[in-house]
Structure formats: structure tokens, C-alpha cells
């Protein structure tokens, strides 16, 4: 029998949209402890608790440690009994992260050889210097040939140990330079000339021990001391092998080289993470003058991920003053990369069914209240959650613009369709929220108000109604009435039956020469659409001739209750290949959360000049597959 048209009843309304419902979540001012970011604490007290202040200050401990103490003799290494016990304490009893560098000069060591002697006796040449609280200190020629080979491998052996250790954060580049820094000091030209140095040969250095440490460390970040403009290109070498850069020199006017206004701006924005630490404590910091919250406003106008809280270490925390511990902690709120939903819009109620899938739309805005990017790409995952506690339906989605690219201050869209299956009972439910770095599972905190014990923030509450909708088929014509069915030509182009259908008797046929428009022909949907509903649109179609070759397709463009355009849903083109024989489309598209009509079009595929055609449609097909 014949079918002209089919309307669902319960789509036989005004094509209006309710205007979606809008969310404001909470945010918060707690500090955040994330992956590639954060205040550390220096040396902290091994005896810490977890209730004092500091604990909530960082969730990363940083220790240096000498050459000698970790690699005495050749082939021995005593990382378990000095690293192990750090890993013990602050990450598996803390739950906290570490974070190393290893050095080869120190003037604060109490050794005469902070390197171990057994490099010297290996071949490398040293010269000696005067410590802090020793005599004589020897040093080596970082430029050496042999002690760079040494030191790369001494540089397998700890990556072998370290690397992709739970509860590791990064490790500094420390084997070169006064404390592993990238400057000299106490070294003479008399030095200089005793060891074979030349300019060249210290960048050749740092650049064989960067491609050592990258080799090493491919999954933990690690950072190079930078120096100054004249050192750019070491500087710029190890962030081209995926290295980040620190400064340890920071005071009220800036930090040393002045990096943080002109070095880290140039790298942050590329994926490069950007640490600082003070250049003195906070007594010496007093004692100079020097203005500490100057210091701190320098530090977080520029895009760091880290920031040391050297102006204390080991116990000297616990006697930090009140005005201190309130700037420490100021800076940890902001530093690196803050993520906040500042709002949500989804319908102004849910549609569930006793048959049909229900589907709730959500589009959530975002933005990063921090002072840099972040260095991982994580995924959102939006939850619909019972009285009961029991998730109903979730949605992870990786944002379109990925969270490394988040800039400062900048906003982001993400959209989420929650599918709610048939029999979920209608009432009022809570939308939850969370971030996941999915390789790894670490749920990322945001500074939204309210995180439950898994990590998730509140949204908001929902209320989602019955529907009467019935899923199946709202609209179709095979032509066999013998009527165009509403659709309409372009100029140039005509509008008839044809004999030979489908798999029928008669199909619609454009036929013409059009020039300078986008399709052949279309129609305005006899049925309104739903918000947030999806639906297949299905049909055949035959080609018996278009000239130029260009593949013609059916298009739906959906457009809001006002008339205006929303967005387009394009089915595959036709294949020119077979013409003359029918060729079935089909497209599944979801209406947008302000769509109320839809128009269909049999597309040219430009716009300029023209273009001949002849070609049949039939058994046109409109299916709601679920509904909000």
C-alpha cells in the first residue's frame, strides 16, 4: 500500500524551544595538587604530620643529593638506601610526590669531594676550590670527554631506577655547573685555561649530558637551570628535546636573567614547563630588604608551573610567620593551571521514556583560572547520579581543544550527551563533573567547591519528566501519490515525477541547469524537530547524469524556532562512479540544544558556477531514534 506521509502524534507541535536551563557552579580557593604543577617543599621535615600547614601548602618534596653519596665506587649505587626511604615516607605514607636533582659541585657540601674521587682517579682532571664549611673542595671539568661519559653512565643508572616510578615528579639536570646550575662560580680563568675550556665546549657538554637525560627519562619531566641570553641556544636545545626550564634565582626585581618576563612567556605557550625558586630564605630576604610580596607578585605574573617555598626548608617550616605561610599559600591557589566550569546549559527539563533512550545534552563552559598551561591532555567525563548515589548514565569526551592548549584566562566549550536508557524513573538528579589524565587514571582536581571522595564536583540538579515520545519512523514518502511532497527547485532547475522508483512505481526527479546556488532543490521538514533529540534521515538516490562531475548528497540543515541557521548534517556523497543505479544515504544527526526545524536539501557542492543535472530520489525517511 502506498505511504504518502506518517506523523508521529507526539511530534505534531509548535515548533518552539524552551530556553535551556542555566547552571552557575560554585568555585573554590583551595590549593590544587595536580600532575606538572605546584609549590614543593624543600628538605621537608621527615617527621612532618599530615595536619600542618605546609602538608596543605605542596604535595611534592624536593631533595638534592651529591654524586659521591649515591654512586661512592664505580659500578656501586645506593639509590635504595638514599632514595627509598623518601619514596617510603612521602609517597607511599604521605601520598605525596618527590622530585630530585643529583649534583657534581655544591659549594654548601661538607664533602672534599662532591664528585666522587674515584671519577677524578678515572682520568677526569679537577681544580680545586674553597667550600662553605670545608677547606678544599675538587671539581671537575664538565667539559671533559671522560667525565662526560661517566656521567652518562651514571645517568642510565639512576633513570633505570627512577623513571616511571609511582610518586616521581621530575628530576633536575644537575651535572654540570655550581649546585647543577648553568654558571660557574669560584672558577678562575686560571681554571678555565688548566681544564681545556672553551665556549663551545661547554655548550657541546650540555648538550651531550640533555640528550643523556632525555634518553634516561622519557616519562618524567626534567629541568635545565637556565642562564642567560648568551646561553639561549642550550637553553633552546633542551626544549626542543622535550626539557623544561628553571631559574633559581628569583628576588623582587625578577629572577635571574630576568627569565621569567623574557625567556619563560616565549616557551610556556610551546609546552614547556616553567619553575623558579627564591634566591635566599626568608630571613636573608629580610635581612637585604628585599620585598617579598614584590617577589612573589614577579614570580606570578609569569607562566610558571613550579615554584620552590625555599624560603624555608626541613623544620624551618613550622616557624614560618603567619604573613609567609598566607603568600605561600596565595601563590599555590594560582600557580600553574587552575581548571573551573563557570557554567552549564542544558534543557530546562529531561525527557525519559518507558521504551524509547532518553538523551540529556549538557554543554559545559570552562576556563583556566592559573597562570600557565598544562602540560597534560585529560578528558571530562560528565555524570548523571541518583538519589541513591548511583551514576545513571556518564559521558567521557576529550575536549576539542585539548587542555594543553587552555590558555590563561581563556574560556573552552565542551558538550556531553548523557543517554538515559529506557525505564530511567522520572524525579530530580544531581549532574556531577570530573577530569581524568585517562593513561594513568589520576583524577585531576578543579577549583570547583564540593569534590567528593572520588573526585567529582556537584553541578547542579536535574529534573527529568516522562515523555509520551514513540521512537520509529515520523516521516516518509515514497511518491507513489504522484507529489513533489513540498519540495521546491532552484532556478533553473524543475521539480517532477518520474517513473521507476525504488522499488516502487514513481520517484521525484530534479532535472535543469542551475548556476550560482548551493542545491538542486529542498524541502522544509513537515515535522518539527526536538531539542537534543537523534534522529536517522535515510532515502536513495539515483544519478543519471551531472555535468560538470561533482557528487551531489542530501543535506538537513537544522535551524531554531526564529528561523535562523543552526548547523548543517551532511550524508555521504554520491558515488559517480556507479550512476544510473540507486544508492541508498543515511545519516544519523543530533538536533542542537536550540533546533526546532529542519529543511533538506540535495546539495550541488559549491556555490559557483554551473552546473547540469538529472537525478531521482525516493523512499525518503525521517527516524527519531531517541529523545530528551
Not at 536551563?21 to 617543599?41: A, D, K
Not at 616521581?168 to 681545556?196: K, P
Not at 613550622?318 to 599555590?332: N, Q, S
Amino acid at each position: 500500500m502506498p505511504v504518502a506521509l506518517l506523523l508521529s502524534l507526539s511530534l505534531l507541535q509548535a515548533p518552539t524551544t524552551p530556553e535551556p536551563r542555566q547552571l552557575t557552579p560554585q568555585l573554590s580557593n583551595e590549593v590544587l595538587q595536580n600532575p606538572f604543577m605546584g609549590v614543593y617543599l624543600q628538605y621537608p621535615p621527615l617527621d612532618a604530620k599530615p595536619d600542618e600547614w605546609f602538608m596543605g601548602l605542596s604535595d611534592i618534596a624536593y631533595f638534592r643529593l651529591h654524586w659521591c653519596d649515591v654512586n661512592p665506587e664505580p659500578g656501586v649505587y645506593r639509590f635504595d638506601e638514599f632514595l627509598g626511604p623518601l619514596f617510603d615516607v612521602w609517597v607511599k605514607q604521605h601520598r605525596k610526590r618527590v622530585a630530585f636533582r643529583v649534583m657534581s659541585q655544591s659549594m654548601h657540601g661538607n664533602k672534599e669531594y662532591v664528585t666522587p674521587k674515584w671519577v677524578f682517579d678515572a682520568g677526569v682532571p679537577g681544580v680545586e676550590h674553597v667550600g662553605l664549611s670545608v677547606p678544599r673542595q675538587v671539581n671537575p671539568a664538565f667539559w671533559n670527554q671522560r667525565y662526560l661519559e661517566l656521567q652518562a653512565e651514571f645517568i642510565a643508572k639512576l633513570g633505570a631506577w627512577l623513571d616511571g616510578r609511582e610518586g616521581l615528579e621530575f628530576v633536575d639536570l644537575g651535572g654540570i655547573g655550581e649546585w647543577g646550575e648553568m654558571h660557574l662560580a669560584r672558577w678562575t680563568q686560571a681554571d678555565f685555561d688548566a681544564t681545556g675550556y672553551t665556549d663551545a665546549g661547554y655548550v657541546a657538554a650540555y648538550r651531550r649530558m640533555i640528550d643523556d637525560y632525555a634518553k634516561a627519562f622519557p616519562r618524567t619531566p626534567v629541568f635545565l637551570n637556565v642562564g642567560g641570553p648568551e646561553r639561549l641556544s642550550i637553553n633552546d636545545y633542551a626544549a626542543a628535546r622535550g626539557m623544561h626550564l628553571r631559574q633559581d634565582g628569583l628576588k623582587h626585581d625578577g629572577a635571574s636573567y630576568n627569565v621569567e618576563s623574557k625567556l619563560y612567556p616565549t616557551y610556556a605557550p610551546r609546552g614547556t614547563l616553567c619553575n623558579l625558586e627564591f634566591h635566599s630564605g626568608w630571613s636573608a630576604m629580610q635581612q637585604n630588604g628585599w620585598d617579598v610580596p614584590t617577589t612573589f607578585a614577579k614570580a606570578l605574573a609569569s607562566p610558571i608551573a613550579y615554584l620552590n617555598s625555599n624560603l624555608f626548608g626541613g623544620a624551618g617550616y613550622r616557624k614560618a610567620p603567619p604573613e609567609a605561610r598566607e603568600m605561600l599559600l596565595d601563590a599555590a591557589r594560582r600557580i600553574g593551571y587552575r581548571f573551573v566550569v563557570t557554567g552549564v546549559e542544558l534543557p530546562a527539563a529531561g525527557r525519559v521514556s518507558a521504551t524509547l533512550p532518553g538523551r540529556l545534552v549538557v554543554r559545559s563552559f570552562w576556563r583556566n583560572d592559573g597562570i600557565a598551561w598544562s602540560h597534560g591532555s585529560y578528558a571530562v567525563t560528565m555524570l548523571l547520579v541518583n538519589a541513591a548515589g548511583e551514576v545513571v548514565s556518564s559521558d567521557l569526551q576529550y575536549p576539542p581543544t585539548p587542555t594543553t592548549r587552555w590558555d590563561p584566562g581563556a574560556s573552552q566549550e565542551q558538550m556531553h550527551r548523557l543517554v538515559l536508557p529506557p525505564g530511567t524513573p522520572a524525579g530530580t538528579y544531581r549532574l556531577l563533573v570530573s577530569m581524568v589524565w585517562p593513561e594513568t587514571g589520576r583524577v585531576i582536581q578543579l577549583g570547583l567547591a564540593g569534590r567528593d571522595a572520588a573526585g567529582r564536583y556537584p553541578l547542579g540538579e536535574v529534573e527529568l519528566h516522562l515523555s509520551t515520545a514513540v521512537g520509529g519512523v515520523v516521516w516518509q514518502t515514497d511518491f507513489e501519490t504522484g507529489e513533489a511532497a513540498g519540495w521546491a527547485a532552484a532556478t533553473g532547475t524543475q521539480v517532477s515525477m518520474a517513473a521507476g522508483g525504488h522499488d516502487s512505481q514513481r520517484a521525484l526527479r530534479l532535472t535543469g541547469t542551475c548556476r550560482n546556488t548551493w542545491n538542486y532543490g529542498h524541502l522544509r521538514l513537515p515535522v518539527p524537530l526536538q531539542p537534543a533529540a537523534r534522529y536517522r534521515l535515510s532515502g536513495w538516490m539515483r544519478v543519471e547524469r551531472v555535468e560538470p562531475a561533482k557528487a551531489p548528497y542530501v543535506k538537513v540543515g537544522v535551524n531554531a524556532a526564529d528561523g535562523k541557521w543552526i548547523d548543517n548534517f551532511n550524508a555521504a556523497p554520491y558515488d559517480l562512479r556507479q550512476s544510473g543505479t540507486w544508492q541508498r544515504f543515511d545519516r544519523v544527526f543530533e538536533v542542537p540544544l536550540r533546533g526546532a526545524a529542519g529543511d533538506l536539501a540535495i546539495e550541488r557542492g559549491g556555490l559557483e558556477g554551473e552546473r547540469s543535472v538529472d537525478l531521482l530520489l525516493d523512499d525518503l525517511r525521517l527516524e527519531l531514534l531517541d529523545a530528551p
